[in-house]
Structures are given as C-alpha cells and as structure tokens.
C-alpha cells in the first residue's frame, strides 16, 4: 500500500486518541501482535514477505484471541470469506471511509464484543 494512505490512517487514528505502532511486514506483526499489548489489528493481505492470511492463520495457532480487521484490496466474497474463516473480526475494502474503523470495532458478535477490552492500542500488520 502507499505511504501516504498508511500515513493518512496512522494521522486519522491518532487523532482519534489510539495508539499506533505499525510495522511493513508480515513477519513483524505477527511477532508483535503475538508478544504485545495490543488491543486490535489492522491487516493487510498484500504483505511483502507474506500472505495476511498467513500471518491470520499462524496468529490464530499460537492460541492469540486479538481481534484482527483485515483491511484489503481485495474485494472477493472468496477472499472475504477465507478472511472471516481463518479468524479476521471485521474484513473492510480499500479505499474506505476513514470513520470506518473507528466506526466498526468492536465489530458486531466480534471477539471483543464478547469481552475483548475496547481498543485504545492498534498494531497494523504490514502495509495498508
């Protein structure tokens, strides 16, 4: 994704008083996602070094509950199912509305709303 359109959501959702810790890679999130004190992750499925689906997939192995909205190009109903099958929350298609995040987490019967803390913290896996 652009710098400029990961910039724009860094901007938007500090402005919105979350934290933000973004990373360029698959292999990156999946480490701090895994090891952090994150309340939510922002994914990609076009990573660099990875499939998001992958990165979804092993993080959803290590036993993490972290919900995931995966944030994509991508706009198939195949691509969203497989998202939502291997654990994603929320699956949003770029470009979006940028009240979007904000305005869909906790996503309706998502992990969070059955308990997961709102969240304050936001780790972005990978470019947007």
């Known amino acids: ?13 500090r402005t919105a008083d979350i934290e933000v810790e973004a990373v360029r890679t698959g292999r990156e999130g999946l480490e701090r996602a895994i090891n952090g004190n994150h309340d939510i992750m922002l994914l990609d499925i076009g990573l660099p070094d990875q499939e998001g689906f992958t990165v979804l997939r092993r993080l959803r192995s290590s036993g993490s509950d972290l919900p ?12 969203t199912v497989r998202g939502l099958e291997r654990g994603a929350d929320d699956y949003m298609a770029k470009p979006f509305v940028f009240d979007e995040p904000g305005g869909t987490y906790p996503p309706a019967g998502s992990q969070a709303q059955r308990g997961h803390p709102t969240a ?3 780790d972005r896996g990978g470019p947007l």
Not at 1 to 13: C, F
Not at 69 to 79: H, M, V
Request: glycine share 4%.
């Open 1 to 13: 994704m652009k710098t400029r359109l990961v910039a724009s959501l860094i901007k938007g959702l």
């Open 68 to 79: 995931v909205i995966i944030l994509t190009a991508r706009t198939s109903a195949e691509d």
């Open 120 to 122: 304050r913290r936001c």
